[in-house]
């Protein structure tokens, strides 16, 4: 199993490095030569990269999740998937180079850096905790997904202004498209996130009897929760458009980082376990 284990950490840089590459070249041809294949090699990279994370998951007897570099992976793991069911939904393919390379970065740092951790704590080996760090991530990473068709659309209504009509406005969907890729993405963000909350409601009182509801962790996530809960119902209810919406977007993502680095480390927190 270890054997396994080396072999796909070296092969899953490669798979993702490959996927970009189909991506790109359709990105830059805008031809449709790869329309199809490239949603499969994508399906095929996140098939064996969840292969991987089960596989550490039993060998070492706990979820990947007892150090920076695990959360590496499944940060690349799970922005590639947040992108994959967007493309399920939408069924817009061309702008999966400015996502998939983001996983590229996380699952390279992973694989060169990534350790077995020889001692771990025994709450570290809860499947449920598991579930819901795995929930969290996923959570976040559709939160930067519709942070990255917020900018992409900025770029786009700058170059349209600037009446500079190059690679970005032959290649990118239109604005509208932009905006519902944002829109869709925190939705998937949203909707994983308040799946962590959940578990997390009822895992907190079994592992940590004395927690307390103004741990810094848990008041910078459910902010963020808030923040794109008020966001999606604008603008489903609220008739939000445009770059209102990709701001909040932008916004909401920029607090989730200031907040996950005071909370990371410069705050006490039950949430460090490492």
């Known amino acids: 199993m270890n054997s396994t284990i080396i072999y796909f950490n070296i092969l899953l840089p490669i798979l993702y490095s490959c996927t970009f590459g189909i991506y790109a070249f359709d990105f830059w041809k805008g031809g449709k030569r790869f329309t199809n294949s490239k949603r499969v090699f994508l399906f095929l990279t996140l098939f064996l990269h969840l292969v991987y994370l089960l596989c550490r998951t039993v060998f ?32 817009i393919r061309g702008t999966g180079p400015f996502i998939i390379i983001i996983s590229i970065i996380f699952q390279i740092i992973s694989s060169v850096f990534i350790k077995e951790t020889p001692v771990v704590k025994d709450i570290l080996r809860s499947n449920l905790l598991g579930i819901h760090v795995f929930n969290a991530l996923v959570g976040y990473s559709g939160i930067t997904v519709s942070a990255v068709y917020g900018f992409l659309y900025l770029t786009l209504y700058k170059d349209i202004k600037l009446n500079r009509f190059g690679l970005i406005f032959n290649r990118l969907p239109n604005l509208e498209v932009l905006e519902t890729l944002s829109y869709y993405s925190a939705v998937i963000g949203f909707i994983f996130l308040t799946f962590a909350i959940i578990i997390g409601i009822i895992w907190l009182p079994k592992a940590f009897p004395n927690f307390r509801f103004t741990d810094p962790k848990l008041i910078g996530t459910f902010t963020v929760w808030i923040i794109y809960g008020i966001g999606i119902l604008s603008k489903t209810f609220g008739k939000w458009r445009g770059k209102k919406v990709v701001f909040l977007s932008i916004v909401g993502f920029v607090i989730a980082i200031l907040s996950t680095m005071f909370t990371n480390f410069l705050s006490t927190s039950f949430h460090s376990f490492y």
């Open 60 to 91: 070492f007897n706990h979820p990947p999740i007892t150090n920076v570099f695990e959360i590496f992976t499944i940060l690349a793991f799970s922005v590639s998937f947040s992108y994959f069911i967007l493309e399920l939904v939408t069924d």
